[in-house]
C-alpha cells in the first residue's frame, strides 16, 4: 500500500509562510498525480494544489494563485506545499493524496478516494 507522510504544519501569524512536504514510500512521486487537499473543521474536504506524472501543476482555487506553489523533488521522493501570504481562512488541516491516474476532477476529493491513498495530514494554523 502506498505511503504518504505529510509535515511542515503548525502555528503561523497572518501573512506568514510556511512550507508543507509529502513524504512518499512504496512508491515513485514521478509516476503518480499527487494532490494537496484541505479541511477545516465542520467543512468539506477540498483541493488545493496537484501536480501530474509530467510536472504539470495547477491549483484548485484562484484565492491560492499567487500564494501557494507546489513542487516535487524527484530524488527525495517528496511533493511540497509552498504557502505564503497566509490568511485566517487557510487554517485548516492539510492532506496530501497519490493516485495512479484521476478519473473526473482531480481537485475533487473521490477522484483519490476511488483509487488513491492519504496521507494523515498535517495542521495548519494561522492565527495572531
Known amino acids: 500500500q502506498l505511503q504518504l507522510v505529510e509535515s511542515g504544519g503548525g502555528l503561523v501569524q497572518p501573512g506568514g509562510s510556511l512550507r508543507l512536504s509529502c513524504a512518499a514510500s512504496r512508491f515513485t512521486v514521478r509516476d503518480y498525480v499527487i494532490g494537496w487537499f484541505r479541511q477545516a473543521p465542520g467543512k468539506e474536504r477540498e483541493g488545493v494544489s496537484w501536480i501530474s506524472p509530467s510536472g504539470s501543476s495547477t491549483h484548485c482555487a484562484d484565492s491560492m494563485k499567487g500564494r501557494f506553489t507546489i513542487s516535487r523533488d524527484n530524488a527525495k521522493n517528496t511533493v511540497y506545499l509552498q504557502m505564503n501570504s497566509l490568511k485566517p481562512e487557510d487554517t485548516a488541516v492539510y492532506y496530501c493524496?497519490?493516485?495512479?491516474?484521476?478519473?473526473?476532477?482531480?481537485?475533487?476529493?473521490?477522484?483519490?478516494?476511488?483509487?488513491?491513498?492519504w496521507g494523515q495530514g498535517t495542521q495548519v494554523t494561522v492565527s495572531s
Open positions: 493524496a497519490a493516485a495512479p491516474y484521476v478519473l473526473g476532477s482531480v481537485c475533487d476529493r473521490q477522484a483519490f478516494d476511488k483509487i488513491g491513498s
